[in-house]
């Protein structure tokens, strides 16, 4: 059996992301008509990482679509907690459901899963690099929301760093005719050069500024995230960075009335509560739209048989990204790509 991946959404082409868009909106209305649509099949999810909302609405995805789920949401009640390697687990697993959803804290995990599974993997996050289904989530949502994905001033603010949401986020994005970015955080949670770099290389113009209050007057969206509390090196670092950027109702007063605030939750302190309802707050619906936006997925994945890329180019130095899947499955080839004059690594895009 040939089939898909879904590691980065760059993985998907422009229009396939439409065509999920659309069917997500159809099962939205319709839901009936597809209940029985995976009667048969078997999704698992694979959670090494803790998770509410990926996790149980790929569960819910799946259930309402007629089929059903295995997996596990704490590794060390598997035989992860005995050593089994990624590997192991993904070509055990990958015999047992015809397609699995994961969620690791090492960047590029899903990737290097993808390369032993037999079934279609699904990233549902790999440490701070990607959650392409998050952003699958958010263009569903927008596309609902607003009718379009293009000419919008999106603001995304917070731990742009680690923020795997925003990353992915950015990357589809910037693929619409007439999006522009402004990037609010600190110098030190600043976006990675490798986001700027597409940003750049697909026309999409961004600035970068230092406050919510600024920023605020001129979006169409505002896309809050949270600092990343588990990514830092040290509490003193997170404790630095802890409630630089609050969004409530006294700075909503300069927004825009038809401003859409997104947040892939969990929420921390980023946005105060009583900012819950004000219509422009869509987050809560956003949780829903997630549902129906990875019903989708799993269909399109189900039905589809093309070969999955393979990697690109097997080399010989390692990467030094000490939160690369590679740093901690020695087994794995080492696997780059080139970025003009870069190296990059295939699983974590990390510098070579
Ligand atoms: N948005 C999101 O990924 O939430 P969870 O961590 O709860 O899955």
Redesign the pocket.
């Known amino acids: 059996m040939t089939h898909k991946h879904i590691i980065d959404l760059d993985d998907l082409t422009l229009n396939e992301l439409d065509k999920i868009t659309s069917l997500a909106d159809e099962i939205y209305k319709n839901p009936e008509k597809y209940n029985e649509a995976c009667k048969g099949k078997i999704l698992a999810t694979l959670f090494y990482e803790?998770?509410?909302?990926?996790?149980m609405s790929f569960q819910t995805a799946m259930l309402k679509l007629g089929g059903q789920t295995i997996g596990f949401d704490n590794p060390m009640n598997s035989s992860v907690a005995k050593g089994e390697s990624l590997k192991d687990t993904i070509k055990i697993v990958s015999g047992y459901a015809n397609i699995i959803a994961m969620r690791h804290p090492m960047e590029g995990s899903a990737k290097a899963a993808s390369f032993y599974s037999s079934v279609p993997v699904i990233n549902g996050?790999d440490g701070g690099h990607l959650?392409p289904t998050?952003t699958l989530t958010d263009v569903v949502t927008l596309h609902h929301e607003l009718g379009r994905l293009d000419n919008l001033c999106i603001g995304v603010c917070g731990d742009l760093k680690n923020g795997r949401?925003v990353h992915s986020l950015i990357k589809t994005l910037s693929h619409f005719k007439g999006n522009r970015f402004v990037l609010i955080a600190t110098k030190e949670l600043t976006i990675p050069d490798y986001i700027k770099k597409i940003m750049d290389k697909n026309g999409c113009s961004y600035t970068e500024v230092l406050t919510l209050a600024e920023a605020i007057p001129q979006l169409d969206v505002l896309y809050m995230t949270r600092i990343q509390k588990e990514r830092f090196a040290s509490e003193e670092e997170y404790l630095a960075q802890q409630g630089v950027f609050v969004l409530d109702k006294e700075k909503l007063k300069s927004a825009k009335k038809d401003l859409k605030i997104l947040h892939?939750?969990?929420r921390v302190d980023e946005i105060t509560i009583d900012v819950d309802d004000d219509p422009r707050a869509i987050y809560f619906k956003q949780a829903v739209y997630g549902v129906y936006a990875r019903m989708a997925l799993i269909l399109l994945l189900l039905d589809d048989n093309s070969e999955p890329a393979k990697p690109s180019f097997e080399g010989a130095e390692e990467c030094k990204n000490p939160r690369c899947i590679s740093a901690q499955e020695k087994y794995l080839p080492k696997c780059y790509k080139t970025a003009g004059n870069d190296k990059i690594c295939e699983y974590c895009d990390a510098k070579v």
């Open positions: 803790p998770s509410t909302r990926t996790q996050g959650h998050q949401t892939p939750l969990p």
